[in-house]
C-alpha cells in the first residue's frame, strides 16, 4: 500500500507519521485490498472561525473510500476519521463477500479497449456484456503485454459503475 500524509498549516511530525502509517497498516490486514491511503492534516489558521481538520480517502480496486473529521485537536480529527474510515471499509468489505461467485468455468471474453496510461480497460464478454477491469486484476502476465482481441477469463463483480473484473486471467 502507498501512504501519502500531507500536513496544510502545519507540519505532520515524524512520530504521527508512523502513527498514520501503523493504523493504516493495521486497517489493511489481512485483506491487504488497500492499494493507496492518502492522509490530509488541517490545522485551523484561526482558532475562532474552526476546528482542526484531518481527510483520509483509501483507494481499492474499484472503489474509493473518503472520510473527514473535524475536531478540537489534530489528534481528535485522526482518532475520528481513522474510526470513521475503518467502518466504511468493513462495510465494504462485508458487501463483497455477500457476492457470490458462480461455480463452474470462469467467464471468457475478449479484451476491446485499453487504456495502459490510466491502467485500466474492459473486456467483452461471450454475452456481449461489457466488463471494466483495473491493471490490478491482471493474473499471468503484465499489463502492459496485453491486447486488443486477447482472450480471458475473468471473475465479475459489482463495481460502482456496473460490472468489473475482479481477476483478469489470459489465456
Same mark, same amino acid.
Given at each position: 500500500?502507498?501512504?501519502?500524509?500531507?500536513?496544510?498549516?502545519?507540519? =505532520?511530525?515524524?512520530?504521527?507519521?508512523?502513527?498514520?502509517?501503523?493504523?493504516? %497498516?493495521?486497517?489493511?490486514?489481512?485483506?491487504?485490498?488497500?492499494?493507496? +491511503?492518502?492522509? =490530509?492534516?488541517?490545522?485551523?489558521?484561526?482558532?475562532?472561525?474552526?476546528?482542526?481538520?484531518?481527510? &483520509? =480517502?483509501?483507494?481499492?480496486?474499484?472503489?474509493?473510500?473518503?472520510?473527514?473529521?473535524?475536531?478540537?485537536?489534530? %489528534?481528535?480529527? *485522526?482518532?475520528?476519521?481513522?474510526?470513521?474510515? +475503518?467502518?466504511?471499509?468493513?462495510?465494504?468489505?462485508?458487501?463483497?463477500? #455477500?457476492? =457470490?461467485?458462480?461455480? $463452474?468455468? #470462469?467467464?471468457? $471474453?475478449?479484451?476491446?479497449?485499453?487504456?495502459?496510461?490510466?491502467?485500466?480497460?474492459? &473486456?467483452?464478454?461471450?454475452?456481449? #456484456?461489457?466488463?471494466?477491469?483495473? +491493471?490490478?486484476?491482471?493474473?499471468?502476465?503484465?499489463?502492459?503485454? *496485453?491486447?486488443? $482481441?486477447?482472450?480471458?477469463?475473468? %471473475?465479475?463483480?459489482? $463495481?460502482?459503475?456496473?460490472?468489473?473484473?475482479?481477476?483478469?486471467?489470459?489465456?
Amino acid at each position: 500500500m502507498q501512504v501519502e500524509i500531507e500536513g496544510r498549516h502545519t507540519e =505532520v511530525q515524524p512520530a504521527l507519521q508512523d502513527w498514520i502509517t501503523t493504523r493504516l %497498516d493495521e486497517l489493511n490486514m489481512p485483506h491487504d485490498d488497500i492499494l493507496h +491511503a492518502r492522509v =490530509v492534516v488541517d490545522k485551523a489558521t484561526h482558532h475562532m472561525q474552526g476546528a482542526d481538520a484531518a481527510h &483520509i =480517502v483509501l483507494a481499492l480496486a474499484g472503489k474509493t473510500l473518503n472520510a473527514s473529521k473535524t475536531a478540537e485537536t489534530i %489528534d481528535d480529527a *485522526l482518532h475520528a476519521v481513522l474510526e470513521a474510515v +475503518a467502518r466504511a471499509l468493513q462495510d465494504y468489505r462485508t458487501q463483497r463477500r #455477500r457476492i =457470490v461467485k458462480e461455480p $463452474g468455468p #470462469r467467464p471468457k $471474453g475478449r479484451i476491446v479497449r485499453l487504456f495502459p496510461d490510466r491502467g485500466y480497460g474492459f &473486456i467483452e464478454t461471450d454475452a456481449r #456484456r461489457d466488463v471494466y477491469f483495473h +491493471a490490478h486484476a491482471v493474473h499471468g502476465l503484465a499489463f502492459e503485454q *496485453l491486447a486488443v $482481441g486477447m482472450v480471458v477469463e475473468l %471473475d465479475i463483480e459489482a $463495481g460502482n459503475a456496473g460490472p468489473q473484473a475482479s481477476r483478469v486471467i489470459p489465456r
